[in-house]
């Protein structure tokens, strides 16, 4: 049975609280500073100096802008790292985000399509079509996503399409494209529910797809199909390389094995043993294209094989909840940051399998490792690169401590060549599949 506060719980309420006698001094410090800055426990801040044993130099930081594209610029970022390294362009060399950007948006809307045919008999009160149609497709994306992208249309440098504004600020097309992907929704369902025949239900979906892809030419630009790249490489020597295709420029001046690079997560809930492979329904990009696929480990083996990556001097793509514990302006996430639990007298503490099973964190954001400090061969913090510009953190470099990692890191890729022979096998496996709403399938 249902119970309301009583009037005599009310009142222990204001006894309890009138019987603090630190109540009337914290009350004044959170509404005048607020929570956190009355929590802050400014000590913290100075063990996170940004000096680590291992620091690799990957130059000038991206800024994503007024978009949710973190974990294509993270992928990217460790891509120009290695063209960087090769080839001595400019230290504010990119590759194009745009690009991605724009093809990431048209295979998504065909996903999506594709999601709306397969769920058109369920009713609209169904989870999972509840599930599609809250968010027909955002910024967001995985590690698996951007290779499916980069796997079928290739890169090219930011000078060949750069950004736009709305590139830059996603707000406005993602509107008009949920609107349209929605109002298409309900078209194909009603399509399906007529008896309409395939072969007429693809030349609409065909139409829609069209559609989509001008607002995006108007959006974004059209994507190149053959372009020029020219630079100058820190030595002053001109280059000129002409009539490449974005398949070509990758395969030429980054040239990686991309079936190589696998994702690695740490999710500590019931439901997913680890040393076992997941996979995520109607989670990706690519209809037929490269499948959405973890390896969940303990948070031992997932810190060793991102050191063996940076030792190697490989940066490292890596997905986290930032926003938890962590100071954007300074740039500097560490679980001693905060002490809210002191500044209420309350009890906060929740294991990191709870936050996960109970919607208290998730992946949000993905950055690169680009150093760590190891003390006596254990990490101590982290060197982070985020997307943010170089006007937080330190010129845009973010120190994260090996406590923060343990809590609220999620997911990292390494090469797996990295990985120990028996998680080699494990990778092979059949993967157990997620449902569309479970947290390791967040997009950074």
């Given amino acids: 049975m249902s119970k309301s506060i009583s009037a005599d719980e009310l009142g222990r309420f204001r006894d309890n609280l009138q ?29 996170m100096e940004p000096v680590f044993s291992i620091d690799l130099d990957t130059g ?35 590759l194009s ?31 999972k079509v509840a599930w599609l149609m809250t968010t027909p497709q955002q910024d967001g994306g995985q590690w698996d996503m951007i ?38 929704a309900v078209e194909l369902r009603e399509m399906v529910a007529a008896n309409a025949t395939d072969d007429d239900i693809a030349t609409r979906k065909e139409k829609m797809l069209t559609e989509v892809y001008r607002m995006l030419a108007y959006s974004f630009g059209e994507p190149p199909t053959t372009f020029d790249f020219e630079y100058r490489d820190k030595d002053n020597n001109f280059h000129r390389d002409t009539n490449l295709t974005p398949k070509k420029f990758f395969d030429k001046y980054v040239g990686w094995n991309l079936s190589d690079y696998v994702s690695i997560i740490n999710g500590p809930t019931k439901d997913k043993p680890y040393n076992h492979m997941y996979t995520v329904e109607m989670l990706g990009n690519v209809v037929g294209g490269r499948e959405v696929r973890h390896l969940n480990v303990d948070m031992n083996e997932f810190r060793k094989v991102a050191i063996k990556q940076l030792e190697a001097g490989e940066s490292v793509w890596f997905g986290c909840d930032v926003g938890k514990e962590s100071d954007r302006k300074k740039g ?28 208290q964190s998730l992946m949000t954001h993905a950055m690169v490792l680009t150093g760590v400090d190891l003390v006596d061969g254990e990490p101590t913090k982290w060197k982070v690169e985020n997307s943010w510009g170089d006007k937080v953190g330190t010129k845009g470099f ?26 080699k096998q494990v990778l092979n496996e059949e993967p157990t599949m997620l449902k569309p709403w479970d947290p390791m399938g967040s997009l950074a």
């Fill in 19 to 47: 019987g603090r006698k630190d109540a009337a001094v914290i009350a004044r410090s959170v509404a005048k500073n607020g929570i956190l800055a009355s929590a802050t426990d400014y000590e913290a801040a100075t063990k």
């Fill in 60 to 94: 000038k930081v991206a800024d994503q802008k007024r978009s949710g594209r973190c974990w294509m610029f993270a992928c990217l970022n460790t891509m120009r790292h290695a063209i960087r390294e090769e080839y001595k362009v400019a230290d504010d060399f990119e």
């Fill in 97 to 127: 985000q745009n690009y991605t950007f724009f093809w990431d948006k048209l295979e998504k809307a065909n996903y999506f399509y594709e999601n709306v045919l397969k769920t058109a008999d369920l009713p609209t009160s169904d989870r």
């Fill in 147 to 184: 290779m499916a992208i980069i796997e079928k249309y290739g890169v090219v440098p930011q000078s060949v399409m750069p950004e736009t504004v709305n590139s830059s600020n996603s707000t406005e097309i993602n509107d008009m494209l949920n609107l349209k992907l929605r109002k298409d």
């Fill in 332 to 359: 500097i996430m560490d679980t001693n940051l905060y002490h809210q639990d002191e500044l209420f007298d309350v009890d906060f503490s929740m294991s990191k399998a709870d936050r996960l099973d109970y919607c």
């Fill in 398 to 423: 973010f120190v994260m401590s090996n406590d923060w990692m343990e809590e609220y890191c999620y997911q990292v890729v390494v090469n797996k060549k990295y990985l120990p022979d028996e998680l």
